[in-house]
């Protein structure tokens, strides 16, 4: 029977297959006009992201998400669990590829099509959920290592540190106040400072979008509140999006707020209005 | 107690020997090792009257010979295991591609010395009734071809292989199982006839190699000291690249490979390169093995074989390269004692260590070492943990 349905799904007369559609090989009907390395934003918005869906076994984690972050905004994202908030940010950095709809970096580059590596080197860094950073690494490691250089493997191979790199993970370094633990492993640090150290690693990476998975998680009070005025300094050099379930959290750094639920966007505007929105509330309250 | 602080190698050295042994005492006693052996073995082989109790038989040095080939070998698995976290079970193959290489050369080098005198043919073709010389044996009566061949066979394999592995993301225990499938093929493969390699008897019967008889206990020094040079080279170049940022990347793959992805590495091509040339040493290594046990079979691929290997780098400890030499010594030394002492035994006592190694000394025996000297060094901290 499941055989049966499977070359029933093949035999689909409603669809083009993949290969014949421009997107996957764009070769076949022209190239498309993508400037690699120059990220346009002279329209305002930095991402793009029109009318996008996901879905997994038949479960649509999105469901027709339209969202443009602006260039130097710091935008906060809430919803319920299962959103679709880590879905849309596996999407922004190919790490899913979207069933519909279209992901694009400033103007110009089609995320959609490229890999995690290309997207990484372009300038979307991402943090994790779960703080990942490389724990048999020193910190200073950790921070080399995720510096914006030509990753190619020889290169890499022959790399030596310059002293404006130096420079560059000091400063850092100092930024994510870990200037003291530099020789430690990473496995050794404490939670919060393996959330310090993987900003600290977007921080290294250049970007210009930073996309943070719930920052603030496991952090006390102290270091919670030094994260938001982190994270609100990068803002205007970067654009931030942050993803978090701590209302206050969001309060405190918020200027824009999105709601998403069921895959969509809810509403959208400050913490005040959203808070308000009557939607949003039954959404958050229950029904 | 772990050692907290790591050594500062990210530091600008003023020398590259200072990045490559300022923190690597166990690589400096290995090293020293090799040093002491080839100047040791070869007088206590050629000098030393044969009488004396200083004496080292031929038998002796061949042994030593094939331990340090096995060493290379093991160094090339913890280069993908102990650093990159690919686990190969079908590392012998590489080895025995390699080895197939040289044996290639020495067989063109019999010449008319063959039992059926046939200029051209090896033995077993003569055997086979075959009147002409497959193309793929042609250019191996030339030293640099075979040479060549050693390492351009395994690493085309490897790049072939990882090329489509690494790139379909196949990691874990899969990508173990595919590697040791494909050892599998490689052997029935070699033991068929046709294939033109000799068979199951695989190739045997070598005279000499580059003009020097293989028979002759000078020929043996030569080997047994290319094998020594050759594992140090190996060594240093080996840690050259585990302590470049090249080598750091390739941790961070085996730490946490989505991360190393999303800070902008592209993790297949750094995967796919260590293979390769971790695939190159081995072929080397198989090409020391060859002439100095003087046969090569397709007993070689066998995955029984692969695994002992792994074995060996477990025993030692992963992670350290010394480490993997050193088990591949030790492990190897026990083999040669038990299979004469006790033959039925080896198998359960190989089976017995990789168990004991992986429960009751997880980092191997370099690994076991470190937290004894650890321990002593800060006997306080260590009665804090262990209550």
Redesign the interface.
């Known amino acids: 029977m499941k055989q049966w349905e499977q070359i029933r799904e093949v035999m689909r007369r409603d669809r083009v297959f993949d290969f014949v559609a421009e997107k996957r090989y764009p070769f076949i009907q022209g190239l498309r006009s993508v400037k690699p390395g120059i990220v346009d934003v002279t329209k305002g918005p930095i991402l793009y992201i029109e009318n996008m869906s996901v879905s997994f076994d038949g479960f649509k984690a999105i469901n027709d998400l339209t969202l443009y972050i602006n260039s130097g905004e710091l935008r906060c994202i809430i919803g319920p669990n299962g959103a679709g908030k880590t879905t849309m940010m596996d999407v922004i ?1 190919g ?1 899913t590829k979207p069933d519909k709809g279209t992901v694009f970096f400033g103007q110009t580059m089609d995320l959609t099509q490229m ?3 290309q997207i ?2 372009v300038g979307i ?2 943090k ?1 959920q779960k703080p ?7 910190v ?2 950790n921070l ?3 510096m ?1 250089a030509d ?3 020889w290169p ?6 310059s002293g404006e790199q ?1 420079d560059k993970i000091d400063e850092v370094l100092e930024t994510v106040h870990l200037t003291s633990q530099q ?3 990473a496995a ?1 640090l404490s939670h919060g400072q393996t959330q310090w150290l993987e900003i600290g ?1 977007l921080l290294m ?1 250049n970007p210009l979008l930073l996309l943070v998975d719930e920052p603030v998680a496991g952090m006390t009070q102290q270091e919670t509140e030094r994260t938001a005025e982190l994270l609100t300094g990068l803002a205007g050099d970067h654009s931030v999006v942050v993803v978090e379930h701590d209302m206050d959290f969001v309060r405190s750094i918020a200027r824009t707020v999105t709601v998403l639920h069921e895959g969509s966007v809810l509403a959208e505007g400050t913490m005040d209005e959203v808070q308000n929105d009557p939607r949003v509330i039954e959404v958050y309250l229950g029904e | 107690m ?1 050692h ?3 050594q ?1 190698n ?1 530091q ?1 050295y003023n020398s590259i020997m200072a990045r490559l042994f300022s923190s690597d005492r166990g690589g400096k006693l290995f090293l020293s090792l090799l040093a002491a052996l080839a100047i040791v073995v070869p007088i206590c082989n050629l000098l030393v009257p044969e009488g004396s109790a200083f004496h080292l038989s031929t038998y002796t040095v061949t042994l030593l010979g094939k331990y340090l080939s096995f060493a290379l070998l093991a160094i090339a698995l913890d280069l993908v295991w102990g650093y990159c976290g690919i686990l190969s079970l079908g590392h012998g193959a590489f080895f025995a591609l390699g080895g197939y290489a040289m044996g290639m050369y020495l067989m063109r080098q019999v010449g008319e010395r063959g039992v059926y005198g046939n200029p051209l043919l090896p033995d077993f073709m003569v055997f086979l009734n075959w009147t002409e010389l497959p193309w793929y044996w042609y250019g191996f009566d030339m030293f640099w071809f075979a040479m060549l061949m050693v390492m351009l066979v395994p690493g085309l394999l490897a790049f072939l292989f990882g090329w489509l592995a690494f790139r379909s993301r196949v990691t874990g225990v899969y990508l173990s199982i595919m590697t040791q499938a494909l050892t599998y093929a490689l052997m029935l493969a070699f033991f068929r006839n046709e294939m033109g390699f000799g068979g199951n008897n695989g190739l045997t019967d070598f005279k000499d190699i580059l003009g020097f008889s293989l028979q002759d206990d000078r020929t043996r020094i030569g080997l047994f000291l290319a094998s020594t040079i050759t594992l140090a080279l190996t060594y240093v170049v080996c840690r050259y ?1 585990v302590t ?3 080598g ?2 390739v ?2 793959i085996r ?2 490979e ?10 297949e ?2 995967k796919l ?1 260590i293979f390769v040339f971790s695939a190159v040493l081995s072929g080397i290594a198989g090409a020391l093995y060859v002439p100095q046990v003087g046969i090569i079979n397709p007993g070689e691929f066998s995955p029984l074989n692969s695994i002992e290997l792994v074995v060996w780098v477990a025993v030692g400890g992963r992670g350290t390269l010394y480490g993997a030499a050193l088990g591949a010594g030790l492990v190897n030394y026990a083999k040669t004692y038990f299979t004469a002492a006790f033959p039925e035994v080896w198998l359960f006592a190989l089976g017995a260590l990789f168990i004991v190694v992986t429960i009751f000394l997880p980092k191997g025996i370099v690994g076991w070492v470190t937290k004894i000297r650890n321990r002593r060094n800060t006997p306080a901290a260590s009665v804090e943990s262990d209550t």
Not at chain 1, 132 to 138: E, L, W
Not at chain 1, 156 to 161: C, G, Y
Not at chain 2, 258 to 267: E, I, S
């Open positions: 950095t790490k890999n995690e590596y990484a080197q860094g991402r994790f990942t950073v490389f724990p048999d690494h020193t200073f490691e080399e290592l995720a914006h990753k190619t493997v890499t191979l022959v790399a030596r540190l130096r020789r430690l492993r050794l690693m990476q | 772990q907290n602080v790591k500062p990210n600008q690249i470049s940022k090249f750091r990347v941790v961070a730490d946490a989505d991360r190393a992805r999303f800070v902008g590495y592209k993790v091509s750094f390169w």
